[in-house]
C-alpha cells in the first residue's frame, strides 16, 4: 500500500450546509478499517467545528483554522500553530465597522471587507496575510496556512506527503493539495483547484469523496498509475539536449557498471534528487562509498560496527519515522558474514516500516553481491520481492541472487560491456552512438522479458556532494 492517509477539506467537500452526510461517515469509516489515516484540514475555528461536528472522532487528527490549530480528537488535545490577534489588531476591525469572529487564531470576515483589514495591517505595521476561501476573508499570521498545518499533522503522525491523498473544494486548499502525493478536486471545486488537480470527481462534496474513496482510493489509485509515472527525477541528458528523467514510481533499478567507471556517481544523482523532493531513502552501504551524502541536508549517515545491528536497526526505524529524514547505513566496519547478517536485521526492520507508513520510499542497496550472493542466504530471505522502489547497485550483478536480480525492470549501467557480455541484455550493434561510453556517460536500458526493450545514451548530471571511495574492510 502507498496511500497511507487521506486528507480532507470539510465545508463544500466532506460536509454541505455544515453536516457530513451519513454515507459519507461510512465511506471514511471504511478507509480507516483499510489501515489508512483520516485528516481533516478545515478553516474552520475550532469551537465552531466541534459545534457542527460531533463525529470528529472519526479522524486521527484535526487541523483547523486554516492550519493555526492542531486538534487531537481522541485526546482532546489543542496544540496552537501561531500567535493569537493582537487587541490593537482587532480594536483597528471594531472602529472601521468591520464584522467578524475570533477563533483561538484566525480573524474571519467577509468580502468585501478585505480592504479595511488591509489597512489595518498595515497601519499597525502587522505580520499578517489575507487568505481568501471563496466569500470568507481569513486574517492569519504570516506564514500560517493548511499546507504549513498539513506538515505539522504529518510529523505527528509520522507519515509522508507522498503518501497522502488530498482533498479539497477552495482556493484555501490549493497550497495544501500542491504538497501530497495525489491530489483531488471535488466537482464543485472553483476552477483554479480542479485545473491542478490529478482527479476531479464527477458528483459534488460528499458524494465526490465517496466517489474517490470506493472508486479508486481503497484499490490505493492503481488506475492512476500512469499520472503517478508521470512524476520523475532527472538523471542527465541524451546527446540531443533532451533531459533523461526516471519516474519515481517506476520499475525497481538496477546500476551496473566497471569499477571506476561512475555508477557511485550515477547512484548519488538519483539520492540526491530523491532528497531533493522529499522523498525518504534507505541506503545500505558496505564499502562506505557514500558517506559525503551526510553534508545533505534530511540524511544521517550511520556506522555500524561489529554486534551493534541491533541497537542500529531501532535507530534507524526511529530516524525513519520522522518521514522528512533519510538514512545511510555505513557497513564498511564488518566483515563480509557480518555485512549479510547486518542487512537481514535491517532490511526486516525498513520492510515493517515501509508496511505501515508507505516509507522509506527507496531502498538501495550498493554492493548488492556482497549481500545477496547466489543461494540466497539470511539477507536474501528478508528481502520483500514484492517491493517497489528498490535499487540494486553492484559492479558483479552475475554474482548476485539470480531471484533478486530479477526485480529490477530497468538498468542503468555505466558499462557497456557488463550489459552485452556479462548480463547479455543487448548486442553492441544495439549501444546508441557505436563507440565506447565515455566518462560520465551512461545506458538507459528499459526491460522486457529479461531483455532489452529501449536504449538510450546520456550523460550523468553532476552531483552535489562528491564521492569518495572507502577502501573495504573485509
Not at 457530513?20 to 481533516?40: C, F, N, Q
Not at 498539513?150 to 507522498?162: C, E
Not at 526485480?407 to 560491456?417: P, R
Request: proline residues 5%; contains cysteine; charged residues 25%.
Amino acid at each position: 500500500m502507498w496511500f497511507h492517509l487521506l486528507a480532507a477539506d470539510y465545508d463544500g467537500t466532506l460536509a454541505s450546509d455544515g453536516r457530513i452526510a451519513p454515507d459519507t461517515l461510512a465511506a471514511l469509516r471504511r478507509v480507516r478499517e483499510s489501515g489508512r489515516r483520516v485528516l481533516l484540514v478545515t478553516g474552520r475555528q475550532l469551537d465552531d467545528l466541534l459545534r457542527v461536528c460531533p463525529e470528529i472522532e472519526i479522524f486521527d487528527l484535526v487541523v483547523a483554522e486554516n492550519g493555526a490549530v492542531l486538534f487531537d480528537p481522541h485526546a482532546r488535545h489543542v496544540e496552537d500553530l501561531g500567535d493569537p490577534p493582537s487587541t490593537a489588531f482587532l480594536a483597528g476591525l471594531a472602529q472601521l465597522g468591520v464584522p467578524f469572529s475570533t477563533g483561538r487564531i484566525i480573524v474571519s470576515t467577509v468580502v468585501p471587507y478585505e480592504r479595511q483589514v488591509l489597512a489595518t495591517i498595515r497601519s499597525l505595521g502587522l505580520e499578517l496575510q489575507i487568505v481568501f476561501n471563496k466569500e470568507s476573508v481569513m486574517v492569519l499570521p504570516s506564514g500560517v496556512s493548511k499546507e504549513s498545518g498539513l506538515r505539522a499533522a504529518l510529523r505527528r503522525l509520522g507519515l509522508s506527503r507522498h503518501n497522502t491523498v488530498g482533498v479539497g473544494d477552495a482556493e484555501n486548499d490549493d497550497a495544501f493539495l500542491a504538497r501530497t502525493g495525489f491530489a483531488v478536486a471535488v466537482a464543485n471545486a472553483v476552477p483554479a483547484l480542479a485545473a491542478c488537480a490529478d482527479l476531479v470527481t464527477t458528483v459534488p462534496d460528499g458524494a465526490g469523496v465517496r466517489e474517490l474513496i470506493d472508486g479508486s482510493l481503497l484499490a490505493d489509485l492503481v488506475a492512476f498509475r500512469p499520472r503517478l509515472l508521470e512524476r520523475t527525477i532527472p538523471l542527465g541528458a541524451a546527446e540531443d539536449g533532451h533531459e533523461v528523467r526516471y519516474p519515481i514510481r517506476g520499475p525497481n533499478l538496477l546500476i551496473t557498471g566497471d569499477s571506476g567507471t561512475g555508477k557511485c556517481t550515477l547512484t548519488g544523482v538519483l539520492v540526491e534528487h530523491l532528497l531533493h523532493q522529499d522523498y525518504v531513502v534507505w541506503l545500505l552501504d558496505p564499502e562506505g562509498d557514500y558517506r559525503t551524502l551526510a553534508d545533505h541536508e534530511g540524511i544521517v549517515v550511520l556506522s555500524s560496527a561489529p554486534g551493534s545491528e541491533a541497537t542500529r536497526a531501532g535507530e534507524v526505524e526511529r530516524l525513519l519515522r520522522h518521514r522528512s529524514t533519510s538514512v545511510v547505513i555505513d557497513l564498511s566496519g564488518l566483515d563480509r558474514e557480518e555485512k549479510i547478517r547486518a542487512t537481514a536485521r535491517f532490511l526486516h526492520g525498513v520492510q515493517r516500516l515501509r508496511t505501515q507508513t508507505g516509507a522509506p520510499h527507496w531502498v538501495l542497496v550498493d554492493q548488492a553481491h556482497h549481500v545477496f550472493p547466489p543461494g540466497r542466504g539470511q539477507a536474501g530471505e528478508g528481502f520483500d520481492f514484492e517491493w517497489s522502489g528498490v535499487c540494486l547497485v553492484t559492479g558483479e550483478p552475475e554474482s548476485v541472487a539470480p531471484e533478486v536480480l530479477d526485480v529490477a525492470g530497468h538498468v542503468l549501467s555505466t558499462s557497456i560491456e557488463v550489459v552485452t557480455e556479462r548480463l547479455r541484455l543487448l548486442g553492441r550493434a544495439d549501444v546508441p552512438g557505436g563507440v565506447p561510453l565515455g566518462t560520465g556517460e551512461a545506458l538507459s536500458i528499459t526491460l522486457g522479458d529479461g531483455a532489452a526493450r529501449r536504449v538510450e545514451r546520456f550523460r550523468v548530471a553532476p552531483r552535489t556532494t562528491t564521492h569518495t571511495p572507502v577502501a573495504s574492510a573485509g
